[in-house]
């Protein structure tokens, strides 16, 4: 049990110090807290191991890093760039998921379509149709471009990017089972998120107007966000 703050205590020391170091070196300090994160891991000292609560702790980080930002956008900003960041997504998944699969195939062999070493292909080019939002909304964020035009359309490119790339990879997994693609349902899904997600907003939204116009307290709202914001997670 201990063993958890030692590691979270040298993982924000660590992080802080190479955030540091990045910024001088004009770097956006993200930088630097990636390379702690490769000093004080298994890949060099291993001061830090890899476990449940320390993954637990990282998916809160992430998850309050997307939130913040989500409270940060501009909504007639995101509906401006909306056309703008689809193109982008479509091309930076396109783009990686061609390349990368040529590349396998050009070192191993050109395989025939349907066959196990094309479906290998085709994983290293899903694979390399990831993009990683959190450490572009930290970046933008540290650079003051998050609620920016370029900013909403980096990140909303970003975040298209990753739907398009969990479809694909959908679409993959069906294929090389030989189960269907479950496209349909993953559509379906995604669709029902968003759906479910804007409209619990909305009812959210005005319960906490009423309530606040009856009873005025500032400490309800930050409660029920961020309950609603784990809830969503």
């Known amino acids: 049990m201990y063993s958890v703050f030692r590691d979270l205590a040298i993982i924000i020391l660590s992080a802080k110090f190479f ?25 060099l000292l291993n001061l830090v191991q890899t476990s449940d609560a320390i993954s637990i702790f990282a998916e809160i980080g992430v998850v309050l890093l997307m939130f913040s930002t989500g409270l940060g956008t501009n909504l007639k900003e995101l509906m401006r760039a909306g056309p703008i960041a689809t ?36 994983f290293i080019g899903t694979i390399m149709t990831a993009t990683s939002v959190s450490i572009t909304v930290a970046t933008l964020q540290e650079l003051g471009h998050l609620k920016s035009f370029l900013g909403t359309t980096i990140v909303s490119a970003a975040v298209i990017d990753d739907v398009i790339g969990i479809i ?26 968003f759906l479910v997600a804007i ?17 005025p307290h500032t400490q309800r709202i930050t409660i029920v966000s961020m309950a609603f914001c784990f809830a969503m997670a």
């Open 19 to 43: 955030a540091l170091v990045a910024r001088k070196c004009k770097a956006p300090q993200v930088v630097g807290e990636i390379i702690a994160g490769l000093i004080i891991g298994p890949c």
């Open 87 to 122: 193109l982008i997504a479509c091309v930076g998944v396109f783009v990686p998921l061609v390349g990368g699969t040529l590349l396998y195939s050009a070192f191993y062999g050109f395989a025939a379509v349907g066959s196990p070493e094309f479906y290998r292909a085709l």
């Open 168 to 193: 694909v990879l959908t679409c993959v997994l069906g294929a090389s089972s030989g189960e269907g693609t479950g496209i349909g349902g993953v559509l379906i899904q995604t669709v029902l998120f």
């Open 199 to 215: 409209g619990v907003g909305v009812v959210i939204h005005f319960a906490m107007k009423w309530l606040d116009k009856r009873n």
